[in-house]
């Protein structure tokens, strides 16, 4: 019986997550986050490597320092065992390994074996969830990602098997011939979730991110009134703006729910997948997936007119064809929402004016001052205590805005919003400034997640906010 044995019984005997084994600290297991520990000793680095090199597989005997991964067999049960050196200190963490038969087992009474994953990420409230062959799953919890603890690495085939139950034939068939393919699955009661299987180095790999299956509303979101009103628009262009995973799609969704209860029109939504799924309120609500029921946002687009909307939201404004039928249909008289990858408001004028031939540019800048009515630049922030919460930057298009587009003097632009903060706008510094004012963020959050770093750095001076983390910052 090795030495190690009698520590991962309690394991056992307690259902807990994991035992720890650290120099200079007593053993301890976890459970539910909680730490229990399982003897009044400290471990010694002497005693750790005796009990690692008296389990260790003979491959990796004299060679598992500085780090390595192996798998332990006690009775009927294997763990993991991670080893890791630093320092000279030695640390080991053993979980209990779940075999895909014991997923399996399970498959008929929770659905298709992926579903197992995904439940877990939800009840972990992650975002993200991301299968990649050799590796474990892991989980973006508030922005970061962690592994989960228990289950051995995945191969290609164990993924590719997962993957496929849960594809249409369609799907399957895009998939063989690109090497990659995005779509939507919904586990009835749980959530719905966002797909992309694609292929890597080492295989095949897949992101899932959560979509909650209720809908979100902007009292929810707490979305500022500006925000709010400009569901009441009868026509232009509005953009959602930010970064990938910034949070783009749940506003949108709110804005979309909120003309849904308050207004009697039509509308035609566009994604690639469809995310929220909007059932008829006061509106008629179309929605259509870009590979299932039309070939690109831009063709979807360019019949729309003839589906009599009033409202159409495009879920990313990609390429330049998409742009251009876009604001064409914002100038037939339309309310047209939308989302760029850019991370400000004056960026975002400068994106879509990019996208066209030099010759094309002043026309487009004509037709943006004329038909943009807003943008929306957000970005996620991890709360305190747990969380994320979005700082937005608010550009509303008023007449000397509208100039300042026609002229190409985007540059002017911030200037505009710190003067109009009357109206509702507000720059992505005050916003982080606001939200570290509340206690929602820390200061360094708001630092790294600000675009204008020296900008942010004198409102916080004026408002005598601590900057320690400016030497932290320095030295990583």
Known sequence: MAEIDAFLNVLLQYSADKLCISTGESPCIIKENKKISVSNTSASQEWIIKVIEEIVPSSLQGKWMP????????STNTFVCNVKQIDGNTSAVFSKKVEESAIIQGEKQGGYVIDKFLRLMVKKNGSDLHMTSGESPIVRVDGDLMKL?????????????????????????????????????????????????????????????????????????????????????????????????????????????????????????????????????????????????????ASALRVALREDPDIVMVGEMRDLETIAIAL????????????????????TVDRIVDQFPPGQQEQIRVLLADE???????????????????????????????????EGKT??????????????????????????????????????????????EGIMKRENIPMGFLDEIALS
């Not at 922030?381 to 969380?387: E, L, Q």
């Not at 570290?436 to 600000?450: D, L």
Request: include cysteine.
């Open 411 to 456: 540059y002017q632009i911030p200037s505009i919003i710190q003067t109009a903060k009357g109206l509702g706008m507000t720059t992505l510094n005050d916003s982080l400034i606001n939200l570290v004012k509340k206690k929602n963020i820390e200061p360094r959050e708001a630092y790294i997640k600000a675009v204008d770093k020296k900008g942010i």
């Open 328 to 347: 064409e249909t914002a100038e037939t008289g339309h309310l047209v929402f939308g989302t760029l990858h850019t991370t400000t408001a004056a960026s």
């Open 149 to 297: 603890e228990g289950f051995a690495p995945f191969s290609t085939k164990e993924l590719e098997r997962m993957f496929f139950e849960i594809m249409t034939e369609k799907h399957q068939k895009h998939f063989q011939s690109h090497n990659e393919v995005d779509f939507a699955y919904e586990i009835e009661d749980v959530a719905r979730f966002r797909c992309n299987v694609y292929m890597d180095r080492n295989g095949i790999a897949g992101a899932f991110r959560f979509i909650p299956n209720e809908v979100v509303t902007v009292e929810a979101l707490k979305l500022p009134t500006a925000i709010v009103n400009l569901g009441y628009l009868s026509k232009g262009l509005v953009l959602v703006t930010g970064p990938t995973g910034s949070g783009k799609s749940t506003t949108l969704c709110a804005m979309i729910d909120f003309v849904n209860r308050v207004r009697t029109d039509h509308i035609i939504t566009i994604e690639d997948p469809i995310e929220f799924v909007h059932n008829n309120k006061k509106c008629l609500v179309n929605q259509r997936e870009v590979g299932e029921h039309t070939d690109s946002f």
């Open 372 to 406: 943009l009515k807003a943008v929306v630049s957000q970005t996620l922030c991890k709360k305190i205590g747990g969380g994320r919460v979005a700082a937005m930057e608010i550009l509303l298009i008023t007449p000397a805005v509208s100039n300042l587009i026609r």
């Open 67 to 74: 780090e390595t991964s192996f798998d332990y067999q006690l």
